[in-house]
């Protein structure tokens, strides 16, 4: 089980194809979202899926290059979990890069260890590796849904605070 709360989250935005999805889903209660995807084969379900969560500073910036189609975009966030006590540490790698006309997003796990400031970095080959293309078009609903969630998000943050 992940350290983060598993309250159950909205579904922002799906992306699906015959043999892959990504799911990108509100985890804002901590200021994050989350991004799960994986192969799948039909009639017999999920071959291997991964997931990240992913900072809402960082989000503003990756979606917003979907959104505008930036040509060339690379983005590359290493996190983990565990590393301490007797539990192992377990990395997750998200990178995503828009070259010519497509989109890839790809999220990998594996082993992980902890460095000296606390950071977790992968060690060995991933376990889990999944990469999910799309039509630069549909890259760009992609990031124009998140980067709109988002700001609605912000709007009703800040009449929250404004009220109290």
Known sequence: MDDHVMAERARVFSYLTRHSFLHIEDALA????????????????????????MDVADVRVVFDALA??????VYRE???SGGEGDRAAE????????KADKVYIELKSG????????AITPMGKARVAVNVGMSLYEGRRLGAAIVAYVRAWDVV?????RRL
Not at 157 to 161: E, H, I, P
């Open 30 to 53: 901590i200021e994050k979202i989350r991004l799960f995807a994986g192969f799948y084969r039909r009639g017999q379900g999920v071959e291997k899926h991964g997931y990240h969560f």
């Open 91 to 98: 990395s997750r790698v998200l990178s995503v890069a828009i």
């Open 111 to 118: 082993p992980g260890r902890r460095t000296a400031t606390g």
């Open 157 to 161: 943050r800040l009449g929250v605070r």
């Open 78 to 80: 290493f996190k983990g």
């Open 68 to 73: 505008r189609g930036e040509v060339g975009f």
